[in-house]
C-alpha cells in the first residue's frame, strides 16, 4: 500500500507558474517510477510526464514538453511538477501516480493521489 498526497494546484494566469508536489507514504519510495496525469471536464485522463527513481528515465507529452519539468526527492519521497508558461488549454485535475516500472498510460500505475485543481485563467 503506497498513499500519495497532493498539494500546490490553484489559480493562475495564462504564462504564469505553479509547482505541484506529491507526497508517498506507505511503502519504500525510492525505486517507485512516478508519473503524473490530468484530467480536463469532458475528456479522458492524458498523460503528462514520469520519471524514474534515479532520473535516467524521463518522459513528457508532447503538450508540456518545455513547459514542465519533472523531478525528485528521494529522501523526503516527494515528486514534484514544475509548471511553467501555463495555458488555458492546462486547466485540469492533476493527479500524481507510482508504478514499478516506467510507463505512458494509467493503467500501468498501481497508487493514485487524490488529484489537485488547476485553474489557467486567460
Known amino acids: 500500500q503506497v498513499q500519495l498526497v497532493e498539494s500546490g494546484g490553484g489559480l493562475v494566469q495564462a504564462g504564469g507558474s505553479l509547482r505541484l508536489s506529491c507526497a508517498a507514504s506507505?511503502?519504500?519510495?525510492?525505486?517507485?517510477?512516478m508519473g503524473w496525469f490530468r484530467q480536463a471536464p469532458g475528456k479522458e485522463r492524458e498523460f503528462v510526464a514520469t520519471r524514474n527513481w534515479s532520473g535516467s528515465r524521463t518522459y513528457y507529452a508532447d503538450s508540456v514538453k518545455g513547459r514542465f519539468t519533472i523531478s525528485r526527492d528521494n529522501a523526503k519521497n516527494t515528486v514534484y511538477l514544475q509548471m511553467n508558461s501555463l495555458k488555458p488549454e492546462d486547466t485540469a485535475v492533476y493527479y500524481c501516480?507510482?508504478?514499478?516500472?516506467?510507463?505512458?498510460?494509467?493503467?500501468?500505475?498501481?497508487?493514485w493521489g487524490q488529484g489537485t485543481q488547476v485553474t489557467v485563467s486567460s
Open positions: 501516480a507510482a508504478s514499478s516500472n516506467i510507463g505512458l498510460i494509467d493503467r500501468e500505475y498501481d497508487y
Open positions: 506507505g511503502r519504500t519510495f525510492s525505486r517507485y517510477v
